[in-house]
């Protein structure tokens, strides 16, 4: 029985009292604050948005005409006087064809335009794709001149990190 004794009195001479827990008032943490991020001007936007030319596509084609290319290395260009701007492409097809085959033809025509500018020298993290197919039409004719000028590849302008800084419209 005093073996029991001293095992208890020894485990309850183990067992320590917790610390007590400062009562004073803690002050709030300091937030830490980001560098704000350099506004892109708007001129510099307006020029992207005056500047960049929408790219044409034969029918069924993602084929780059020169015509097209010559302006996506302007396009290029004014990418390259901006370094803090990226585009978002939008491939474009016009209404014949299933929705999906028209998906799949804007994502390749998106892509060649991305692949073209790349080649061009604009880096691929500033070019994102994305494919309308026939849902955003430019023209809501059913004839070859509503058509040619759906099967297109617009721009959106966006900052390199993703925000939205203008739409390149009416072009």
Known sequence: MSRIVLVFLALSACHKKPPEVATQPVSQPVEATKPAATEVPAEVVQQMADHFAKVHFDFDSSTLSSGSMDALAANAKIMQKHPRLAVEVQGHADERGTVDYNLALGDRRAQAVRTYLMEMGVSADR??????????PESNGHDETAWSANRRCEFRILTREGNVTGTVAGM
């Open 127 to 136: 070019v994102r794709i994305v494919s309308y197919g026939e849902e955003r």
